[in-house]
């Protein structure tokens, strides 16, 4: 039977709201993007985790366990009041889903590719599921508020992984992967504080009227809108006005599309089949408790995070991780003024910011550079470091110039030790391990000696050692796991970082390219090996390191 996905472990950091509970956190992975849609990861036996930004070096601020999903509420105690009665087997919301499925899934060559996909990579099911924990009953819940079917629960699946973070080359982001303008179209505010297309509810709204919109235009062909989704109505409607002229069927696998949209809709058809017929495939469905694990809390105004965070008893990383909108530190003035907090916390969360100070909902403060100044003698007058200033005014180095305006976090103590300990961790970090320097994570194999191992990476054993934290002349195990560290070319990433693969269009220049994705260009440079290049030529395959909260594609 494959091993799909097992009941998540519990772990997780201790907080009290009149009852214990257990909040188990961690950082997902994240894929590599390389088309609108996110690519399925291949199985490797070595996984790279701090070059590509395809995994998260976590900080030890988190109890983290790759295994869990992004945030799973866990109850310790019997809660004494009455709870809705949930149907037997319905505890499990995949299986409800599975359950209420209703669409007919033909069994062709394209269904039956990407099925076999699915049910040979395992893997890459259990991480979307652990993404899709906290936020899955929430996309549920509007599908059912707009009778529409179920089976739109899995558009974040083929659309981003249930990545939140998630972005494209062509700028399309968030789980439902709205482009700029249609996120527009469909009522989703950007700015510089906030990108509704990553507000998991309203981009759900969005999304589902997006849904209904093309199933109307559409002839009311929910394989049509499927397919109009990915590749816009107007290509679908000019294949079926295609299919009408030269007398051809007019169902979808009759269309002539683009080879993704040809993928695209069998993707999503595979799913729904393996799901219904877990049984049959030896499929173990994922464990996703049928709840409210989060809830919206009307927070009125601007807040920064660090301090909803504390009223939480969240970490930042947590907030921002659960609410992926929002640009920079704080909510943006002009709203939504709506926070997502774990459902068995937001009463409690409410209470204490009702009675908070309101001078401590936004605490930063404005400050122009003067003659003498520099980053590091700012940081100190305001205790605080060079790490955050350039974190919150988005500053490569430390270069600043007389009359240049920064943004100074006056935030509570307890914050600015937050901050001040995250950076002076990151610093340790590197000064410890070196920069330049990437983590590699090795699965030891049969035959394995820790000499061999150490000359494949050209580093010495006894270092191996050190780093994992045992006697050179110690016997390797199958199967385990060695940390290490080895010389790579410098990528700065973070949680929203993401690679694209971007492919060169006649006219294209680096620096319009550079432009197009808010990077360098002398960084494009360095990333694609291009110092003795002098040109660059249309279908050229550019890999680009966008932080999606920066980019204005």
């Known amino acids: 039977m494959i091993d799909f996905i097992k009941k998540n472990r519990m772990c997780g950091l201790l907080f009290t709201n009149g009852r214990t509970m257990k909040l188990l956190s961690s950082l997902f992975l994240i894929l590599s993007l390389t088309a609108c849609q996110s690519i399925m990861p291949q199985t490797t036996e070595i996984q790279e985790v701090s070059e590509v930004p395809e995994e998260i070096l976590i900080s030890d601020e988190l109890l983290v366990d790759e295994e869990e999903g992004l945030i799973h509420l866990v109850e310790e105690e019997v809660i004494s009041e009455p709870e809705q009665e949930i149907p037997k087997g319905y505890d499990n919301l995949w299986l409800k889903l599975a359950n209420e499925f209703t669409f007919e899934v033909p069994d062709n060559a394209r269904i039956i590719k990407q099925r076999n996909y699915y049910l040979r990579h395992p893997n890459y099911l259990k991480k979307v599921s652990k993404r899709a924990e906290p936020f899955l009953w929430l996309i549920v819940e509007q599908i059912e508020q707009g009778n529409m079917p179920l089976e739109l629960a899995l558009f974040p699946v083929v659309e981003s992984t249930f990545d939140p973070f998630a972005f494209s080359p062509v700028g399309a982001s968030g789980l439902w992967q709205f482009m700029p303008k249609s996120g527009a179209r469909f009522g989703l505010h950007q700015d510089w504080w906030y990108d509704g297309r990553r507000d998991v509810y309203a981009a759900t709204r969005g999304a589902l009227n997006y849904m209904q919109f093309l199933h109307g235009y559409l002839d009311e062909d929910w394989l049509y809108a499927f397919a109009a989704y990915n590749s816009g109505e107007g290509r679908v409607r000019r294949a079926i006005n295609k299919n009408k002229k030269h007398k051809k069927p007019l169902d979808y696998w009759s269309l002539s599309l683009p080879k993704e949209t040809e993928n695209y809709v069998p993707k999503l058809l595979a799913l729904i089949d393996i799901l219904r017929n877990h049984e049959k495939y030896g499929v173990e469905l994922p464990y996703i408790p049928n709840k409210k694990v989060l809830s919206y809390v009307d927070i009125g105004?601007?807040?920064?995070?660090?301090?909803?965070?504390?009223?939480?008893?969240?970490?930042?990383?947590?907030?921002?991780?659960?609410?992926?909108?929002?640009?920079?530190?704080?909510?943006?003035?002009?709203?939504?003024?709506?926070?997502?907090?774990?459902?068995?916390?937001?009463?409690?969360?409410?209470?204490?910011?009702?009675?908070?100070?309101?001078?401590?909902?936004?605490?930063?403060?404005?400050?122009?550079?003067?003659?003498?100044?520099?980053?590091?003698?700012?940081?100190?007058?305001?205790?605080?470091?060079?790490?955050?200033?350039?974190?919150?005014?988005?500053?490569?180095?430390?270069?600043?110039?007389?009359?240049?305006?920064?943004?100074?976090?006056?935030?509570?103590?307890?914050?600015?030790?937050?901050?001040?300990?995250?950076?002076?961790r990151f610093e340790r970090q590197e000064s410890k391990y070196g920069v330049g320097k990437k983590k590699v994570v090795y699965t030891v194999v049969e035959g394995d000696t820790l000499w061999d191992i150490s000359r494949a990476y050209k580093v010495t054993s006894k270092q191996i050692a050190k780093w994992n934290g045992f006697q050179p002349k110690k016997t390797l195990r199958l199967g385990q796991k060695l940390t290490i560290w080895k010389t790579a070319r410098v990528v700065k990433t973070n949680v929203t970082t993401r690679r694209v693969t971007y492919h060169v269009r006649t006219g294209d220049s680096l620096a319009r390219i550079a432009s197009k994705f808010n990077v360098k260009t002398a960084d494009l440079v360095r990333w694609n090996d291009l110092e003795n290049t002098k040109y660059i030529k249309p279908g050229q395959k550019i890999k680009v390191y966008v932080d999606v909260l920066k980019s204005r594609t």
């Open 301 to 424: 105004s601007q807040i920064d995070l660090a301090y909803a965070a504390e009223l939480a008893d969240l970490t930042v990383a947590e907030i921002q991780l659960i609410n992926p909108a929002f640009n920079h530190w704080a909510t943006s003035p002009s709203g939504p003024h709506k926070l997502l907090i774990p459902t068995v916390s937001a009463d409690q969360f409410s209470e204490k910011l009702a009675n908070a100070d309101k001078d401590k909902r936004i605490q930063w403060d404005r400050y122009t550079v003067k003659s003498g100044d520099s980053l590091s003698v700012i940081a100190q007058k305001h205790e605080t470091t060079t790490s955050v200033l350039r974190q919150i005014n988005d500053l490569d180095g430390s270069f600043i110039k007389i009359g240049q305006p920064l943004l100074i976090p006056i935030a509570s103590k307890s914050q600015q030790q937050y901050l001040y300990s995250q950076a002076k």
